[in-house]
């Protein structure tokens, strides 16, 4: 059962960078199943960060603009497809949200309004728990709480130092220890699991 | 950069990544990962600890007027980026013979679909068992690229022990060893050399079936299953 698994994933890591190779060669059909498969996962992401549907659906679109003019950029030696194109939709999220351009969006939208900071931190364990990586999570699980909280802020939620700082009531320098340390951690667990060593 | 602490390095790729810079600290952190491959290399580190923590997010499907705003944009008659518009050069390819140069170019328009005014820099070969036969197999690396992408355009049989290898040949020197492909369906080679290193005076392609326990022969040790140029598609 879990071999099946594992080839049915990897099968589909193969599959996105045969599609990624192909878009490569302005496939536009190749690309648009590429879409497909890959937009409603980091539409999710994309509207954790910026809270706003609209401004999702364009930092989206943007981003797989990009995907489609740098395909050829990819190198499977750097990682898996999805990885790479995953760090080009949330870099530009990321670039969108420091040029504060959906910040007003980011307090004022109704679909997706604010919810506490309790409230967040619920839906940040859940999402944790239901991350597939057993890697993933046995490392989170090695984390402080509050290196946790923070790092899954800054992830899921886009924000930066100070913003957590602002949110946790907690001192600039705190958050950043918390946060440094806390990806030393990570860093040293996912690569043991990995068995890679610096 | 070979002065800077590595920690350091490794903490503002891990931030990066992570998202924690303001505006100001990444877009000088992007000018670094140009300039210095240890960062980016980092970088690509932490790409792949943390971006899979994406697949614990409830996907939510777009809305179809997103993909339609995407397709207008890439739309052929806008190009993406500016290519030259695709010329074949087949100066080296001396043994030309009309017909393989049609069979070429017709199986790339079929490959890139008849949208495909400008084709990307490539090196490109279309296989097939002899002159007379279409190509069952074609190959492509983006021009500078060290990526060889190889496509059975349908299943090529091979006896039970042995495997298909893919070698690149060039006048008057001895076959070179690319890689190992499948017999069907998609695989991908991770040449040793950008593909201009690699291909620049390459003339034909070939795949010749050898023994599983012959992994790193450096020569063919039977006749070609599948012969094409290479050809250089600028």
Redesign the interface.
């Known amino acids: 059962m879990a071999i099946t698994r594992l080839k049915k994933i990897a099968h589909a890591a193969?599959d996105l960078?045969?599609l990624l190779?192909r878009t490569?060669?302005?496939?536009?059909?190749a690309?648009?199943q590429l879409?497909e498969i890959t937009?409603?996962?980091?539409?999710?992401?994309v509207?954790?960060m910026v809270r706003s549907r609209a401004a999702a659906?364009e930092i989206?679109?943007a981003g797989?603009?990009i995907i489609?003019?740098q395909a050829?950029a990819y190198?499977?030696?750097?990682?898996?497809a999805?990885?790479?194109i995953?760090?080009i939709v949330?870099n530009h999220a990321?670039?969108q949200l420091?040029?504060q351009r959906h910040a007003q969006a980011a307090h004022t939208h109704d679909d997706y309004a604010i919810q506490s900071i309790a409230d967040e931190l619920g839906a940040l364990h859940?999402?944790?728990?239901?991350?597939?990586?057993r890697v993933?999570r046995d490392s989170f699980a090695v984390l402080e709480p509050e290196q946790m909280q923070s790092?899954t802020a800054?992830?899921?939620r886009?924000?930066?130092?100070?913003q957590?700082a602002a949110e946790f009531g907690a001192p600039l320098g705190t958050v950043k220890s918390w946060?440094?340390r806390g990806?030393?951690r990570?860093?040293r667990s996912?690569?043991t699991a990995h068995g890679r060593t610096e | 950069m070979a002065d800077v602490d590595p920690e350091l390095l490794e903490h503002i790729a891990g931030a990066y990544v992570l998202g924690t810079l303001s505006a100001r600290e990444r877009e000088r952190c992007v000018q670094l990962i140009h300039a210095h491959p240890d960062l980016g290399q980092r970088v690509h580190a932490w790409e792949n600890r943390l971006l899979p923590l994406i697949s614990g997010v409830p996907p939510v499907t777009p809305s179809p007027h997103v993909w339609q705003a995407i397709e207008a944009r890439i739309d052929p008659e806008i190009p993406a980026t500016p290519h030259k518009p695709a010329r074949v050069s087949l100066g080296f390819w001396h043994g030309a013979v009309s017909l393989i140069f049609g069979t070429v170019l017709g199986a790339a328009v079929v490959v890139w679909g008849k949208h495909s005014e400008t084709l990307p820099e490539s090196y490109v070969g279309f296989l097939s068992a002899d002159i007379d036969t279409p190509p069952v197999m074609h190959t492509s690396a983006l021009r500078n690229e060290s990526t060889l992408f190889v496509k059975m355009m349908g299943p090529l049989e091979v006896e039970s022990g042995y495997m298909l290898v893919l070698w690149a040949i060039q006048k008057n020197v001895a076959p070179r060893r690319i890689g190992i492909i499948q017999s069907s369906g998609s695989s991908r080679i991770a040449l040793q050399g950008p593909s201009d290193t690699i291909f620049k005076n390459i003339e034909r392609f070939a795949v010749s079936a050898e023994p599983d326990n012959a992994a790193t022969t450096s020569a063919p040790s039977a006749d070609y299953l599948l012969k094409g140029p290479c050809v250089k598609l600028w």
């Open positions: 193969d960078a045969d190779a490569s060669l302005r496939d536009q059909r690309f648009q879409y937009s409603p996962r980091l539409l999710g992401m509207l954790r659906d989206l679109q797989f603009i489609w003019q050829g190198l499977p030696a750097q990682g898996q999805i990885t790479w995953t760090s949330r990321l670039d420091r040029a859940h999402l944790l728990a239901a991350v597939e990586s993933l790092i800054a992830f899921y886009g924000l930066t130092h100070e957590i946060i440094r990806l030393e990570l860093r996912i690569d």
